[in-house]
């Protein structure tokens, strides 16, 4: 069955340093999301991407992030310094329709110090 | 703006019994709602949605949802729980137009335990 595949798992950085996470959607999907949680918070949008561009975005997706998809497999989130308070769980999403289904990758546990 | 509140973070039962997982909606209009399952160390699964269709909808693993607009309700219910169902539960409305995921809001999640 086709999923959708994070790496890595769980990453320990410093305060102020770039994260890239990784992301595999599944092949024939169009539309990528991330999404985060934070430790005891809900669940919270980040960012929505389409067509090589970012269709939707949450107040919490400033400056410092940034979303790619740099070749036909890969959706990437990166943070350009990060804070302690970016330390959270990050899923990745794909779907095949603006309004299909989306289908979560296991998720990326960032950890800040 | 769209909202869920999911009324119980922690639901415990004995295998076999009925599981409740409770969830009530805000929405300025007719919302889609989902709910989804976690387990340990695995991605956010989709057990099933709501999408202005049939009130009552059933889901994966015998689970099923039922829309109750009087009540703002959207509640997750299975007759009979057994071991494999110990996750967390999400409870989610989508505030991206109308029919469509695109931005999902979750609910803080209920841990089901089931217990021999």
């Known amino acids: 069955e086709p999923e959708v595949t994070q790496t890595p798992s769980h990453q320990v950085t410093q305060m102020g340093q770039e994260v890239i996470l990784r992301c595999v959607p599944i092949?024939?999907?169009?539309?990528f999301y991330w999404y985060r949680q934070i430790l005891g918070q809900k669940v919270e949008f980040l960012v929505s991407?389409?067509?090589?561009?970012?269709?939707?975005k949450s107040e919490i997706f400033d400056d410092q992030f940034s979303v790619e998809r740099p070749d036909g497999s890969n959706f990437t989130l990166k943070i350009r310094s990060t804070k302690l308070e970016d330390s959270a769980m990050y899923f990745c999403?794909?779907?095949?329709?603006?309004?299909?289904?989306?289908?979560f990758g296991e998720g990326s546990r960032l950890t800040v110090l | 703006a769209q909202s869920v509140t999911q009324l119980d973070s922690h639901v415990s039962v004995s295998e076999g019994t009925p599981v409740l997982l409770r969830c009530n909606y805000s929405?300025?209009?007719?919302?889609?709602l989902f709910w989804y399952v976690q387990h340990p160390n695995k991605g956010l699964q989709l057990l099933l949605k709501?999408?202005?269709?049939?009130?009552l909808v059933k889901g994966i693993n015998g689970f099923e949802a039922e829309f109750k607009k009087s009540e703002t309700s959207f509640h997750l219910t299975k007759p009979s729980a057994h071991m494999s169902d110990a996750a967390e539960y999400f409870c989610?409305?989508?505030?991206?137009?109308?029919?469509?995921?695109?931005?999902?809001?979750f609910g803080a999640g209920t841990r089901l335990a089931v217990h021999p």
């Open positions: 999403a794909s779907s095949g329709r603006a309004d299909g289904e989306l289908f």
């Open positions: 092949s024939n999907h169009l539309y």
């Open positions: 991407f389409y067509n090589n561009e970012i269709s939707e």
């Open positions: 929405s300025s209009y007719s919302p889609s």
């Open positions: 709501y999408t202005s269709a049939a009130t």
């Open positions: 989610v409305v989508s505030e991206g137009f109308s029919g469509g995921y695109n931005k999902l809001i």
